[in-house]
């Protein structure tokens, strides 16, 4: 699988909650629990894209096989 550009951007905290449609504080929550994948730079989240995206999958996946 070939990663384009723009599935290898890295966001910041407030991208990602803009991405996922959630307040800065449910992504900060996530965190906290080890639920989301990302890593930090000096002192900052950072998150990458196709991490997000396969974290989404994954989401979605678990739900359909409870459903």
């Known amino acids: 699988m070939q990663i384009n550009a723009e599935q290898d951007r ?3 905290i407030r991208e990602v909650a ?3 449609r959630v307040t800065e504080k449910t992504v900060y929550r996530l965190l906290a629990k080890q639920e989301i ?3 930090k730079v000096g ?3 950072r998150f990458r894209k ?3 995206d396969n ?3 994954a ?3 678990k739900a359909t096989r409870a459903a």
């Open 10 to 12: 890295v966001l910041t």
């Open 55 to 57: 974290w989404i999958a």
């Open 37 to 39: 994948p990302a890593f």
């Open 18 to 20: 803009d991405y996922l």
């Open 43 to 45: 002192g900052s989240w």
């Open 50 to 52: 196709i991490q997000i």
């Open 59 to 61: 989401k979605e996946q």
